[in-house]
């Protein structure tokens, strides 16, 4: 349920996103996020980029509540 909150929530800011750049690294942050969770379906044996995921994961989130609050 938290990751499809914050793909949900990523998805309507992109909508309304005004600035190219920012918007870019959005979608940036939200198919590197996909793309982990998609590549632990598949093959959950490399555990070694996890850490590197909750990082970017936070990065979203983040900016996703800064345009959600502002």
Same mark, same amino acid.
């Given at each position: ?5 914050? *793909? ?8 309304? +996103?005004?600035?190219? %750049?920012?918007?870019?690294?959005? $979608?940036? *942050? ?10 632990? #379906?598949?093959?959950?044996?490399? #555990? ?15 900016? +996703? $509540? %800064? $345009?959600?609050?502002?």
């Amino acid at each position: 349920m938290f990751f499809l909150h914050y *793909i949900r929530i990523a998805v309507r800011n992109a909508k309304t +996103e005004k600035n190219r %750049e920012k918007a870019m690294f959005r $979608t940036g *942050i939200l198919l590197s996020v996909t793309g982990f969770l998609l590549m632990g #379906l598949a093959n959950d044996s490399n #555990l070694a980029v996890s850490p590197l995921f909750w990082c970017i994961l936070g990065m979203g989130i983040a900016m +996703e $509540t %800064e $345009t959600f609050y502002s």
